[in-house]
Every structure is written in C-alpha cells, then in structure tokens.
C-alpha cells in the first residue's frame, strides 16, 4: 500500500488534536497497519503523555533532524500496540529548530517504513503549523463545536488549501447531544455547512477520555465507550471504507442511534 | 476582526494598491505584508500593484526587501511607487522603480483595472490587450470569483465582483461596485467602496456580521438566527442601509 502522511491540525488550540492523533494511530495500528505517530508540536510536547510513553524518550525529532541520532533511534515503540510507534517531539527546544524543508525529508523517510504517518501539530498560523503541514499529503481538521473553534477552523482550511494540500477533512471532537438539543452548541450539520469541507468523523463528549489519557492509556481497553467506537470508525473511513456515521441527518434519529449502539455494548 | 494591520490592499481603477502604514517599525510591516500576502493565498498572482508608501522613509535595502517579498515570493508585479519621502525617492531611483506622482497611475498601470482572478498555482493571468481599456467612467467591469471566503480572507474589486460560493464569518469582501454572492454570506461586504451609494449586495442567503455600501455601516443584530428568507438584497435607501427580499418589486 501507498504511505499516507496525514497533519492534524486546528485553528484554536485544545480543541483534542493531541487526544485524536492518539486513538486514531492506535485505532490503525489495531487494524494492522504499520503507524508512525509524530509530535510536531515542538516545545510543547505531550503526545508521549497521552500515549503513556514519556518516560522511554531518548532522543527526539529535533535530534534525528540535527543527525544526533538515526531516526530508528528515536522511534519508540508503543508498550500495548506493536505497529504504534512514536516520534516525540523535543521539549526543551523550540520551533525553530526546525525547517519545513527538513520535516519533509523527515516524513520522507517515514514512508517506508509505515503505512500511516499522522502528524500532531501545533494549533494556529505560526511557524509550527507550517513544518507540521510541510511534509503532509493531506490534512484533517479539528473543532468542536463551538463558535469561536469552527471560525479559527475556518481560517486554516483556508491556509491548508492555499498550501496546495486538498481539501482537508473535518472532525468535530467533544460534541454534547444534550447542548445541542438545548440549542447550546452548534449541531454537526451548521459546522458542516460553515465549513463546506468532507466530515470524517464526530467523536462524542467523554469524560472517559481525559482520565484515560491522564493515565497514559486509550479508550480502547473499555469495550463500551462510544469514543472508542468514533476512533474507530474514523480510522476505517482514512482505510477508504464507507462507514455509517455515528450520528444521522436529523437530531431524532440522531439520538436513536447512539442510544441503539450503548445499549447494544452494554447487553 | 484583525488588528489594524500595518499593511492594506486597495482595489482601485488603476489597478490594486499597497498601503503601507508610515508610522509602524519596518519589521512589523514586513510581518504584515508577509502575512496578508501569505493569507491572499494565490488571489494575487500576477496583479500589477502600486507601492504607495505615503511620506515613509525606506533606504535601498529596505525598499529592495519589500519589494522582493511582494515580486520574487508572491508573483505580483510592483508597477510603481507612490511617496512624498526624498530618501524613498532616491532609493527607488536607484533600484531603478518607476516613481509614481499623486493621483497618476503609473503609465502602463492604467491600461490594467482587474485583479487577477484567484488561482491555485496556475500560471500568472495573460495581459489584457491595451485596447479593452479603460473602461468608460460609470461603467464598472464585472469579476466573477468562483470559491469559497474563509476567515481571514480578504477579497478586493475595482468593479462589480460576482462570487460563486459562500463568504464565511471573519472574510471580508470590498468591491467599487455592486457585490453579488450566489451562496452565504456571512462576514462582511462593503459595496461601493469608492462612495457609489447606490451599489447593492445581493446574497442567497444574507446572514452578514456587517454591511458597508458607500460611507454606510451596518451591523447584524447579533443573534444568528439561521432563518432562511431566500435571496436578500441590501441597499441605501434615505442615507440607511436596508434589507429587502430580492425580487419583490
Ligand atoms: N472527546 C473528548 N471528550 C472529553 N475530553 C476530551 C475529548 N477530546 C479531548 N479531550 C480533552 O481535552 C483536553 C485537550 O485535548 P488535547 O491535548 O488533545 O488538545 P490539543 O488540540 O492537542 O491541544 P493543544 O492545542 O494544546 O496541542 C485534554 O484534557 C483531553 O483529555
Ligand atoms: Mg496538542
């Protein structure tokens, strides 16, 4: 198969980049695929925290980048899934250390050795998103639902596809069913048609996921989240599979489904 | 929206203008022009522009790194400058940049009125033969724009622009003329822009944070209700912008 390198990216920041990079690698890497996770997020660097991995870094991207080490060196396996592996970023360095010229050899040599390169960066226009994007085929957005993150969202679909890479496509994180039923935060078919780009994937609010990332695990050692399931899905849409989405076109039905899929985990 | 930007871009007959802030340290202009024209995207490639400098002083180096920023990195072509500063002057002079007098466009800058079209890498807009223009007085030049206006965007016609998609909260459109969007328009319009009061601004789907036609203003009412009422168009009637359902009268 063709190796695919994938840039995570957002407008605002905090929005989940970090938490989706993670489940959507281990997601791939469950399905079989070869998955390299890098943390573009230079001086900032907490993918190693969420994977549970931090205290295993030796040496990190900006190190295989200056040729202190090769980049086998610097890879770091995932302790539960075999076909994860982690790039971490330097944390006591900051982004300029790097060039986005130099990201792109980087992701380079990445391919061939992963099916899957997918790369954590940092939020906004700075220079950080810009060697985050440089070595990326295509990109995928995050937001959630609210005003002020699909407006900075808005922004970089416009820069991402100024850069020449596509079309990015849309995940909406941390969606509450009960705000939007109350009309309290914009629902996936107002973002969708804000933002006028391909929706990948909604992953719902779960509590789940911030004590699980506290711990440095995923959700995925929990059969019943619904998270877990969104991750999921997700991944098998990037294998070019055409999955349902977890949600349908009215909130009634909407509603009808999760219900259908927790109970269906539950019994 | 923004901060106020060290750096604007003007649509005007004689072709798009660069206005740089006289007072603002020549590193935050270079920031800025950096990112407006990194932000435009590819809207610009191939447009003629005006440096209007106003009374600013730039040295040789200064005024050579400007310039190299909006020719070799972006694709525009700096058709002259406009100042008021000696030091600017000779500078240009000796860059050997054609200097442009008050309110007199550079010779070969007013036989080209449009902006180019917005591009995605393709190569620069062929030059339009000499003869086409300029266009009559009254009678302004149509722009069709065929994409999608994202936050922080910004589009700019010497005429009447046409744009074929939505413009989103935090994009900006200005145009000399009428602005008509077959689609959403949900950031700001400002038709008219050189003091025509009866330009209009026409949307499927009307949902501004903010009209300008001429020297009016006016703001949404803050809650956005998504109601759809079809094709609205807004307009100066007694020295007020108003709404109105397109194609009633
Ligand atoms: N679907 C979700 N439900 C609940 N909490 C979530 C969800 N997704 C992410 N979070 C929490 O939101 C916080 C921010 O997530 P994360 O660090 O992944 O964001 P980020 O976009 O990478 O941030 P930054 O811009 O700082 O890099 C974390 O505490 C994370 O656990
Ligand atoms: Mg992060």
Known sequence: MLSKVIVITSGKGGVGKTTTVAHIGTALALMGRKVAVVDADIGLRNLDIILGLE??????????????????????????VGNLYLLPAAQTRTKE????????????SLRETFDYVLIDSPAGIEGGFRNALAGADSAIIVTTPHVSAVRDADRIIGLVEAA???????????????????????????IVDILSI?????????????????????????????????????????????????????????????????????? | MTDKMSIAFRGTPAGLVVVVDEEKPFKTIMADLVRKLEDSGYFFVG????????????????????????????????????????????????????????????????????????????????EYPPTLSPIPPGELPTEIVRRTFRSGQQYESAGNLVVLGDVNAGAELIAAGDIIIFGALRGMAFAGSTGKTDAMILALKLNPTQLRIADRVARSAGDVVENNPGPE??????????IDVWGKH
């Open chain 1, 97 to 108: 250390a790097v060039e986005p010229e130099q990201m792109k050899a980087l992701c380079h």
């Open chain 1, 198 to 267: 391909g929706l990948l994937g909604i992953i719902p609010e779960d509590p789940a996921i911030v004590t699980a990332s506290n711990r440095g695990e995923s959700v995925f050692n929990n059969d019943k989240s619904k998270s877990a399931e969104a991750y999921r899905r997700i991944a098998r849409r990037i294998e070019g599979e055409d999955v349902p989405l977890l949600d349908l076109d009215d909130n009634h039905s909407f509603l009808g489904r999760l219900k259908r899929i927790l109970t269906t985990n539950i019994g």
């Open chain 2, 233 to 242: 168009v807004a307009f100066i009637e007694n020295d007020q912008i108003v």
């Open chain 1, 164 to 190: 020449e890479k596509g079309i990015p496509k849309l995940i909406i994180n941390r969606l509450d069913i009960e705000m939007v039923k109350k009309g309290e935060m914009l629902d996936q078919d107002d």
């Open chain 2, 47 to 126: 447009a003629d522009v005006t440096l209007d400098l106003g009374s600013r002083d730039l040295d040789r180096t200064e005024l050579n790194q400007v310039a190299e920023t909006i020719q070799n990195k972006h694709g525009l072509v700096i058709t002259g400058v406009k100042t008021t500063s000696e030091r600017t002057k000779s500078a240009a002079q000796a860059l050997d940049v054609n200097i442009v007098h008050e309110d007199h466009p550079a010779p070969n800058a007013s036989a080209k009125t449009e902006i180019a079209p917005p591009t995605h890498a393709t190569p620069p807009v062929p």
């Open chain 1, 55 to 80: 205290n295993r870094i030796v040496y990190d991207l900006v190190n295989v980048i200056e040729g202190t080490c090769k980049l086998n060196q610097a890879l770091i396996r995932d302790k539960r």
